[in-house]
């Protein structure tokens, strides 16, 4: 995984006019930031060696990176879902290999719900924590017959 991570990067790097140190992964309804980055030049997922390809209608499918304000940024635009068949190594390749190109803060943005009445469609949240559903049965089966060394 680490050489993939490797060669995925040093392809993109070799592509960088920029250094961003700042990301955003631009979910369901923030799309349309991309029209606020300027100086932008991007690149297709579908020419980087190694990164999935978004199948879901409306990811198009490209990095982006330019200026936003007065920051380096590097964008997603489109990304990968468990649900698409992708194992969770995949959907996540992008975010290590952000890291690998120095990438320090990750802003992640999607279409969320929340129990709370005072949320309002389009509010802005800031999510702390979730619930993971997506163990698999080998992580349930070790929770589950794992005794804490205090109890032994």
């Known amino acids: 995984m680490l050489a993939k991570?490797?060669?995925?990067?040093?392809f993109i790097r070799e592509r960088m006019r920029t250094s961003p140190e700042n990301a955003i992964i631009l979910g369901t309804g923030l799309g349309?930031?991309?029209n606020e980055i300027?100086?932008?030049?991007?690149?297709?997922?579908e020419d980087i060696p190694n990164f999935p390809i978004s199948t879901v209608e409306g990811h198009t499918g490209k990095l982006i990176f330019g200026k936003l304000g007065e920051k380096d940024i590097m964008?997603?635009?489109?990304?990968?879902?468990?649900?698409?068949g992708y194992s969770m190594k995949e959907v996540t390749f992008p975010?290590?290999?952000?890291?690998?190109?120095?990438?320090?803060?990750?802003?992640?943005?999607?279409?969320?719900?929340g129990m709370n009445p005072d949320f309002g469609i389009g509010d802005l949240?800031?999510?702390?924590?979730?619930?993971?559903?997506?163990?698999?049965?080998?992580?349930?089966?070790?929770?589950?017959?794992?005794?804490p060394a205090s109890r032994t």
């Open 38 to 45: 300027t100086d932008k030049y991007e690149i297709k997922y």
């Open 125 to 147: 949240m800031i999510i702390t924590d979730h619930i993971n559903t997506f163990l698999s049965i080998r992580s349930v089966a070790k929770t589950l017959i794992t005794v």
């Open 5 to 10: 991570i490797q060669e995925t990067a040093s």
């Open 95 to 113: 975010i290590r290999v952000m890291r690998e190109l120095g990438i320090k803060t990750l802003f992640v943005s999607n279409a969320a719900g």
């Open 75 to 84: 964008a997603m635009q489109g990304r990968f879902h468990y649900y698409e």
């Open 32 to 34: 349309s930031l991309v």
